[in-house]
């Protein structure tokens, strides 16, 4: 059954958010994509999936910002089954270590990429809630977020966002425990050639937005396996 699904940062062609966006179009599933500036490669494919590719722009940084996307989702669609948070954000000191990195780079990026991903379930709480297959948000964390693995003396803003979204989407799971139709997790994807700076990485983002499609497909109803997992599944240290 196609179903709907909103996928956040999807403007880059080369990225993973643009890789599920097609495959989940390839799926013949319906698609928010959200961007936060114009992107001409999703204006391509919009030309072939003009019934089913809706374009959003958000950003993930102003709750007036997603509250007007969703608003605006509104109009289109009266249920949502799938939000993938992938929107994220690094800084340019985000390689620097304490004597270098500028400290006030941090709270800018905790905004983006830990709390713009609840702030987007909460203004699409509504559509989640009206979703017929129950609804699943998956927030795409990294192994960086995680405090028991923490071995970088770097990533002061990245990994401390994305350790924030995993204690958010706990807190979430949570929240949510008693109710069947909705589900939350937060997931290590893995090491994507998503960039010219990580040409080294294993997994290609066209291929791999596949393996989590199909991973997604397996969690919407499963609440008692680990909330933070590897793209295979497994569950990660927090
Ligand atoms: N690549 C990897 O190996 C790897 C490993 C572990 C985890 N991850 C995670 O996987 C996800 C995708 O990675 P990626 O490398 O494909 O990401 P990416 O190329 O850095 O893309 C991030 C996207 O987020 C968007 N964005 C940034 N700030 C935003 C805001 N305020 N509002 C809305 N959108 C915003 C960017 O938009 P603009 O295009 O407008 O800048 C961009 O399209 C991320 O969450 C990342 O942390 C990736």
């Known amino acids: 059954m196609p ?8 403007g880059r062609s080369y990225a993973l958010g643009f890789n599920l966006v097609k495959r989940y179009l390839e799926h013949g599933d319906t698609v928010f994509a959200s961007i936060r500036r114009p992107s001409e490669a999703l ?7 003009s019934h089913t590719l809706h374009i959003l722009t958000m950003d993930i940084a102003s709750t007036e910002s997603v509250n007007a996307a969703a608003k605006e989702a509104e ?7 799938l939000i993938i948070n992938n929107a994220t954000i690094a800084s340019e000191d985000t ?6 990195f500028d400290l006030d780079l941090i709270a800018p990026a905790v905004n983006v990429g830990a709390v713009g991903p609840i702030r987007v379930l909460k203004a699409f709480l509504p559509l989640l809630k009206k979703s017929r297959i129950g609804a699943l948000v998956a927030n795409i964390s990294s192994e960086a977020g995680s405090i028991g693995r923490c071995y970088r003396t770097y990533y002061l803003d990245y990994a401390t966002e994305k350790a924030a979204l995993n204690m958010l989407t706990m807190t979430m799971r949570n929240y949510f425990k008693d109710d069947p139709n909705l589900n939350i997790l937060c997931i290590h994807p893995g090491w994507i050639r998503t960039n010219p700076d990580n040409s080294e990485a294993p997994l290609d983002p066209y291929e791999h937005a596949e393996t989590l499609r199909l991973l997604f497909e397996t ?4 609440k008692e396996s680990p909330v933070f997992i590897t793209y295979t599944g497994e569950p990660y240290p927090w």
């Open 43 to 49: 204006e391509e494919l919009q030309k072939e999936y």
């Open 219 to 222: 969690k919407r109803h499963d």
């Open 95 to 100: 390689m620097k270590e304490l004597p270098d």
């Open 75 to 81: 109009k289109m669609t009266d249920a949502l089954d």
């Open 3 to 10: 179903q709907t699904v909103l996928i956040t940062g999807t």
